[in-house]
């Protein structure tokens, strides 16, 4: 393989990034490369900021003097990098569900990273990128594999504030900088008609995901004066394909541009192998487990039918396999482990408690 330690994927929404990430992330390891891979909305999530409280080292020492409880809470949670100090909120949520955690969580509220003027996410994200690089530099047998970070949550970071593009592709260059020692690449998926992405992305996801990212954003400079709902988002992501293309354009270091129009995913996968320099391990025959699983704690369910579960939040989901007893969640990098009447989840977990890393679902067994 190529000496590259970061592998980073980038295009807008429904051009593949997740699924391809997880791809060579299953490649790699069937190569017995070590890799990690970073998903989009993994909690905790190690360079971006979907729900993380930051604080300087001196709002943080306040903020314990101010809230006596909150020390032995964060004691284990708070990352501490050079000037700043990182908690993230879902991650306290789930494990101090308590009035004291609870009292400790609203109150960092106040100091969530997403709500920060530009210039302050800017100083609390270097340093979060900066704290990366140093921890995987002290795993140099670990490849990682990052989606929709350096690129898709900077843009929406600084095109929502209606920020130039010259001030982004600075920020984008640090990040770049900062991550050199990693030998970074770039794997960057687009068609070459932006319409088209966006009619596929209205058309697997419906009108109804766009009409909830722009009501999510609407508050922000970007939408003034602009169409709402679904033609508000679209209209975004216009402007988005074109930044993406811009820092693509702009990006130093060792990068391959596929163009996934005719959607020859076979063909396109074989071309990023050769871009990594590794050949394809196929995929071994297994099946995972019928039946349905139970997490008494929590009173979440999995319904397992096939290559496809019905999550506890009801939704259809295909499973992608990774190992005899191991597939992968479609869309996230939750892993169900099946063992004797059990399944174990594994992979990073997201947003969505049941995915929680550890938690187990016992097999119901069959009314006689």
Not at 133 to 140: D, G, M, Q, R, Y
Not at 262 to 267: D, L, M, P, R, V
Not at 350 to 356: F, I
Request: aromatic share 12%; glycine share 4%.
């Amino acid at each position: 393989m190529i000496s590259t330690r970061l592998i980073m994927l980038e295009g807008l929404s429904s051009t593949g990034k997740t699924t391809n990430a997880r791809f060579i992330h299953l490649q790699l390891q069937r190569h017995e490369i070590c890799s990690k891979w970073i998903h989009e909305i993994a909690v905790p999530h190690p360079v971006l900021f979907f729900t993380e409280a930051g604080l300087t080292h001196e709002e943080y020492s306040l903020f314990l003097t101010e809230h006596p409880d909150a020390e032995a809470i964060l004691a284990d949670m708070a990352v501490f990098r050079e000037s700043t100090v990182g908690i993230d909120l879902t991650e306290l949520q789930w494990r101090y569900d308590d009035e004291d955690g609870q009292r400790v969580y609203q109150a960092l509220l106040a100091y969530e990273v997403w709500n920060y003027p530009t210039e302050v996410y800017s100083k609390f994200a270097l340093e979060k990128w900066q704290h990366f690089t140093s921890e995987a530099l002290k795993h140099p047998e670990e490849v990682y594999i990052i989606d929709s970070a350096i690129y898709q949550y900077q843009i929406y970071s600084y095109l929502l504030r209606n920020r130039p593009f010259p001030e982004l592709l600075s920020f984008v260059q640090k990040i770049t900088e900062i991550v050199q020692p990693l030998n970074p690449c770039l794997i960057f998926l687009r068609r070459e008609d932006t319409e088209a992405t966006i009619d596929y992305l209205e058309k697997i996801r419906g009108t109804s995901y766009l009409e909830y990212i722009w009501q999510r954003d609407n508050d922000q400079p970007y939408y003034m004066g602009r169409p709402t709902g679904a033609e508000g988002y679209k209209e975004f992501l216009r402007d988005y394909a074109v930044i993406a293309d811009m820092l693509c354009e702009a990006f130093p270091s060792h990068k391959m541009v596929l163009d996934i129009t005719e959607e020859n995913w076979t063909c396109l996968e074989d071309q990023m192998l050769s871009f990594l320099d590794i050949s394809r391990i196929p995929d071994p025959v297994a099946y995972p487990q019928d039946g349905i699983y139970v997490n008494a704690e929590f009173g979440f369910i999995i319904r397992v039918e096939g290559m496809s579960i019905t999550d506890p939040r009801e939704q259809i989901r295909p499973l992608h396999l990774k190992s005899p007893n191991e597939f992968y969640v479609d869309w996230i990098p939750t892993v169900l482990c099946f063992e004797e009447n059990s399944i174990v989840i594994s992979g990073s977990q997201t947003g969505s408690r049941w995915t929680t890393t550890g938690l187990v679902f016992e097999k119901q067994t069959e009314r006689t």
